[in-house]
């Protein structure tokens, strides 16, 4: 069965602080998809980026960066110098290729920037 | 704009009085689906669709109904509302199966009393 954990319910951290969000995930697929949104205090989801299981680069997007390793089935996100405009509540999603065309998500991790 | 719409945004119901939330996009994509929200659990998905006429359940169907006659639409169905129906529902949509991007209507707050 596939699943998505995102251990750290909640986050704090003063603004300008780097703060990484972990997300680990299982799966006997060997073609998938990882994802992350962000859900900002508005309500929306946001598509910050998506990962394939052959894709194991790191990326990085202006202050946001994601570090995929399969060999400990994680894909956790990274922002560095963090602002109050980053406070939200972070997910953390699986999708396989070709077999149940489902999405898992994590339960999310919420972020809180103080000033 | 390339856009999925969900209607109502706010609904306050109650037990038993049968109810639709609608979706929409206007992309042509193929995959539509169904999530609730709910606090320490995340999104779980309900229903989803890979196409017209083609359904399938999430991981948490139960008490829910789709339909899929047209690709744009996609009206998420509660027959009998129930009070653990309340929740914050959002539709999505990807051109593709397989682990395309989804992107997301602006949700729908439901209230059963």
């Known amino acids: 069965a596939q699943k998505v954990t995102q251990a750290q319910t909640e986050i704090s951290v003063v603004e300008k602080e780097d703060v990484t969000l972990d997300c680990v995930y299982e799966t006997r697929d060997t073609t998938y998809y990882l994802f992350w949104y962000k859900q900002p205090p508005s309500g929306e989801l946001v598509f910050l980026i998506r990962r394939n299981s052959f894709d194991e680069q790191n990326e990085i997007s202006g202050r946001y960066s994601w570090n995929f390793q399969k060999s400990t089935s994680s894909f956790n996100f990274t922002i560095t110098a963090s602002q109050v405009v980053d406070s939200a509540v972070y997910f953390c999603?699986?999708?396989?290729?070709?077999?149940?065309?489902?999405?898992?998500f994590g339960t999310g991790t919420r972020l809180k920037v103080l000033a | 704009e390339a856009q999925v719409t969900q209607n109502p945004r706010y609904l306050i119901t109650v037990t038993g009085k049968k109810l639709t939330v609608t979706c929409s996009q206007n992309?042509?994509?193929?995959?539509m689906s169904w999530y609730r929200q709910d606090p320490g659990l995340g999104l779980r998905q309900i229903y989803y669709s890979m196409n017209v006429e083609v359904t399938d359940k999430g991981d948490v169907p139960e008490g829910y109904k789709v339909s899929r006659k047209e690709k744009r639409n996609f009206p998420l169905i509660l027959e009998s509302p129930s009070p653990n129906q309340t929740s914050l529902y959002f539709c999505a949509s990807s051109p593709g199966t397989g682990g395309d991007t989804q992107y997301f209507g602006p949700g729908t707050r439901l209230t059963v009393l």
């Open positions: 999603a699986l999708s396989d290729a070709y077999v149940t065309y489902k999405y898992i």
């Open positions: 992309m042509n994509h193929e995959y």
